[in-house]
């Protein structure tokens, strides 16, 4: 890890990057040249500045996207698959520039940085080859009158909208499935984070992607810039990954153009540790659970629920476990954990933390807020939380555990579900039937069986309840960005 911090400096990371819009294939400042600053949160310190776009800026890159839409769409299939085999090779060479960049901007340590390059490089593979695998089908009518033939072409421009807390995977996950179906985008990174996102535009263009099919636009005025894009009859789809407040809203605004769209958003996962668990395995998969990504996860184990005979046990070990991380900057090798995004989100997580004491839990480690520069949060383990609680219905969305207990198991199942949320859930248990029985009871998209870490570019990514519609990677990830078209033909 050495190596990374020495062979590229910090200045040269974020220099080599491109600070404006991407529009048509060239780089150019906002209208109006406004700009805003990046910041490290390791320091607090701003990196750079970068283009702040407008509605205008906006607009244009719509007109770029669809420009280019008709000519990409019929680009051979494995063309665009090795478009984006190229890029998932280039991202591989350029691992530790693309690590350092993301823990510069985000904060996460460069292991985790370095092992998301590789994670949304995988989708970039996976859909290549999905490219290729794009079918139809032919069959006879039922009443044999006629022919009936299915096509699937690409929905046409769309608006990917990503968060920061992985800022080169997330994009990565809309920008594969797209490329692959023939789909032109425009993309607007968080504002925390736009750094990572035109990196990778610019991988994308040296890997042979024509302009105009990726446009970027960063900016600071979300609402205004989505508002005049989503009310654009030329936008065919919007595809989210952020907050379950803002998917709602932009929910709401799409139905004015009955627009499709894809939600990926928050997350309140239930970590059940049933009797017969595996303590020390449970305890493994909590600390990936809780403290992968910082805790800034929408998978991130949120409620942890311990059957009352084990929760001592586990509780303990637990404890022992997350007193021994290092806290400090990603940077820093010697760092397990990094800092947490901005001022903001700590200040979030320490109230949530304090409001939870003042309710009656625990603190077993952790829960102070250090001094210095930095938006460090310790990783903190509360027990006999009280059930209803905010930390119990809200996303955490730090280093936090909240641990519960349950006596039966229709008791955990009913305490699990017992949210608007319905991502993941995390079960522990060495009783097959048991296992089968609650899984299917879950009410989440994913479940994590004896595994505190789910997530596969080849596996179905995505939530039930108000965690979301659609689902990104696997066979059917591609679906999100085709359309379907019968040709019924009259056979005489
Ligand atoms: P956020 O909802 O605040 O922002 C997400 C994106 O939406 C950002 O690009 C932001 O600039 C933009 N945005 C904010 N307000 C907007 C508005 N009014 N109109 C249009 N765009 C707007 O979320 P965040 O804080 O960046 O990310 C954390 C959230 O993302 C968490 O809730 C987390 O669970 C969720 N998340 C979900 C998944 C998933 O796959 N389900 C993955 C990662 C993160």
């Known amino acids: ?101 993301i823990t510069l901007e985000m904060g996460k340590s460069l292991a985790e940085a370095r092992a998301e390059v590789e994670y949304g490089a995988n989708y970039l593979r996976w859909f290549g080859e999905e490219a290729v695998r794009i079918d139809g089908s032919w069959k006879v009518s039922e009443d044999g009158t006629a022919r009936v033939l299915v ?61 105009g099919v990726l446009n970027i ?23 989210f990954t952020g907050s379950t407040p803002v998917g709602r809203r932009l929910l ?44 800034e996860a929408c998978i991130a184990a949120n409620r942890f629920h311990v059957h009352a005979d ?42 949530l933390v304090d409001e939870t004491v003042d309710a009656g839990a625990r603190v077993r480690t952790g829960a102070r807020v250090p001094e210095g520069p930095g938006y460090f949060y310790p990783p903190t383990v509360l027990t006999n939380v009280p059930a209803g609680t905010r930390i119990t219905r809200e996303e955490i969305f730090g280093p936090v555990a909240a641990i519960q207990t349950f006596i039966t198991e229709a008791e955990a199942l009913h305490d699990a579900n017992n949210t608007e949320f319905g991502l993941v859930s995390y079960l522990y248990t060495q009783d097959l039937g048991q296992a089968l029985r609650m899984s299917e009871h879950l009410e989440t998209g994913m479940v994590g069986l004896n595994r505190g870490y789910v997530s596969d570019p080849s596996a179905p990514f995505g939530g039930m309840k108000q965690s979301g519609i659609g689902r990104e990677g696997g066979n059917t990830g591609i679906d999100e960005y085709l359309e379907q078209k019968y040709v019924a033909i009259h056979m005489g």
């Open 1 to 101: 890890m050495e190596s990374v911090v020495t062979s590229l400096s910090q200045p040269d990371a974020v220099g080599r990057v491109e600070k404006g819009l991407f529009i048509g294939g060239r780089w150019r400042s906002a209208s109006g040249g406004g700009s805003f600053s990046v910041e490290d949160p390791a320091t607090g310190r701003t990196l750079c500045e970068v283009s702040d776009a407008t509605p205008t800026d906006a607009l244009a890159a719509l007109d770029a996207a669809s420009a280019a839409q008709a000519k990409w769409a019929v680009v051979p299939p494995r063309r665009r698959g090795e478009i984006l085999r190229r890029a998932h090779d280039l991202l591989i060479e350029r691992i530790d520039e693309f690590a350092l960049l």
């Open 151 to 211: 096509t699937r072409q690409p929905v046409g421009p769309c608006l990917l909208i990503t968060p920061w807390n992985a800022p080169l995977a997330m994009p990565a996950r809309k920008i594969g499935p797209a490329v692959a179906a023939g789909c032109t985008m425009v993309v607007k990174p968080a504002p925390q984070t736009p750094l990572t996102t035109a990196a990778l535009a610019a991988l994308l263009t040296e890997a042979g992607l024509p302009g």
């Open 217 to 239: 636009v960063a900016t600071t005025r979300a609402a205004a810039i989505t508002e005049s894009l989503l009310l654009d009859g030329r936008l065919r789809k919007l595809s």
């Open 252 to 295: 709401s605004q799409a139905a004015d153009t009955v627009l499709r769209t894809s939600m990926e958003l928050g997350g309140n996962a239930p970590f059940i540790v049933c009797r017969d668990a595996d303590i020390d395995a449970a305890v493994d998969g909590a600390m990936t659970a809780k403290l992968r990504n910082v805790g």
């Open 310 to 351: 084990v929760v001592d046990e586990f509780s303990e070990k637990l404890v022992a476990r997350m007193s021994t991380i290092a806290v400090g900057p990603g940077t820093d090798p010697a760092s397990d954990l990094g800092p947490m995004i901005d001022a903001r989100q700590r200040r979030r997580v320490a109230d």
